[in-house]
């Protein structure tokens, strides 16, 4: 069974930075998409990062380039979100999720199978 565990959420003030963990088992890993999302209220789920855990190459949503960087270490299946320079605009809860696909469907929440439970990341002004 997949599952995936984030941590690293918290509070900070705008300019700060935040590291995201997901911790990932029960699948093979090497063959997997693996991206973050995040959801405020009141707004539908966006995509901010994703990355095929059988390779390197990463998308990251426009509005985050330059500020937020993901990354993976395969050997302990954990997939990270950088996030520096936090703006207010970036509060949200922040998940991971996962889809059995060679061709990461970045952005398309609708196509990834796995999910996990969130952290709450909250900027302030």
């Known amino acids: 069974q997949v599952q995936l565990v984030e941590s690293g959420g918290g509070s900070v003030q705008a300019g700060g930075s935040l590291r995201l963990s997901c911790a990932a088992s029960?699948?093979?890993?090497?063959?997997?998409?693996l991206g973050w999302f995040r959801q405020a209220p009141g707004k539908e789920r966006e995509g901010v990062a994703a990355?095929?855990?059988?390779?390197?190459?990463?998308y990251i949503a426009d509005s985050m380039k330059g500020r937020f960087t993901i990354s993976q270490d395969k050997a302990t299946k954990t997939l990270y979100l950088q996030m520096n320079s936090l703006k207010p605009e970036d509060t949200a809860m922040y998940y991971c999720?996962?889809?059995?696909?060679?061709?990461?469907?970045?952005?398309?929440?609708?196509?990834?199978?796995?999910w996990g439970q969130g952290t709450q990341v909250t900027v302030s002004s």
């Open positions: 999720a996962a889809a059995p696909l060679i061709t990461c469907p970045y952005g398309r929440p609708d196509k990834y199978n796995y």
């Open positions: 990355i095929y855990s059988g390779g390197s190459s990463t």
């Open positions: 029960g699948y093979t890993y090497s063959n997997y998409c």
